[in-house]
């Protein structure tokens, strides 16, 4: 991805404006209207109490948390594409925002809608290598204590939940580097941030386009399994480390063809 010219200091709030149109269907405010349903930065270190003992059992209903170990790959999965305006200020503004207190709000099918932002700032950095630095202890300031809660409380390796949050960046990388005009370029830059640390380099996924007809996407296989066969679907993910190439790449064409 070509260097982005030096950017100017923006506050939060003007560069959550400017990235509003990269974030998508994930709702990033700063002052939400509806202020109950949201499950806070500190309660997300709980998982047996309180709110995030309750969306626990929402996965569970959806089929997403059959037991301890499933229920925190989903969870890593979701909190990994909150992540989504980190990413975007990197990619889009040369900005590296700091997270410092949030709460994320799900919707009724589990997936993550929304990113109250209560406390951050952001910096630029005119130095690449002080951005990807900045950049990446933001990503783990944001996702590395609730990783390291439910690992505790699920008894799942670092390296199995680094992979759910490593593949949701990824994708994030993906997305927004499409949406900038240069998603293979995006999805390389990702790659060589995130693998400065070496947790990450080993949870990193491996990632291949797929296409079909004049539509192609960025398919992944992770390091690790997210358990969500466990759950009463019983189905594999095409990203699933344990599945044969044949049947992930039907899996993979098809997705594409749904989105067309």
């Known amino acids: 991805m070509a260097q982005l010219p030096p950017q100017p200091d923006l506050t939060v709030p003007a560069l959550l404006d400017r990235l509003a149109h990269l974030t998508g269907a994930l709702r990033v405010t700063q002052d939400p209207p509806d202020r109950d349903g949201w499950i806070a930065a500190n309660e997300l270190l709980a998982p047996d109490t309180g709110a995030l003992a309750a969306f626990i059992v929402c996965l569970a209903d959806a089929g997403f948390g059959a037991n301890r170990r499933a229920a925190a790959a989903s969870l890593l999965l979701r909190h990994g594409w909150a992540a989504g305006p980190i990413i975007a200020a990197y990619l889009a503004e040369r900005q590296t925002l700091r997270i410092h207190d949030f709460a994320l709000r799900f919707s009724a099918s589990t997936l993550v809608e929304g990113v109250w932002i209560r406390q951050a700032d952001s910096l630029v950095s005119h130095d690449p290598s002080d951005s990807r630095a900045g950049v990446l202890a933001s990503l783990l300031g944001f996702s590395e204590p609730v ?40 999805v390389r830059v990702g790659r060589s941030l995130l693998v400065r640390h070496p947790e990450l380099a080993r949870a990193l996924p491996e990632t291949y386009l797929i296409a079909s007809g004049d539509r192609s996407e960025v398919c992944q296989i992770l390091k690790a399994c997210c358990l969500q066969y466990k759950g009463f679907r019983r189905c594999f993910c095409p990203t699933c480390p344990v599945i044969q190439d044949r049947e992930r790449f039907v899996k993979n064409r098809e997705w594409v063809c749904r989105t067309n």
């Open 147 to 186: 990783l390291e809660s439910l690992r505790r409380w699920s008894g799942y390796s670092r390296h199995a939940l680094w992979s759910m949050l490593t593949s949701s960046w990824m994708a994030q990388f993906s997305t927004i580097g499409k949406l900038l005009g240069d998603r293979e370029s995006a």
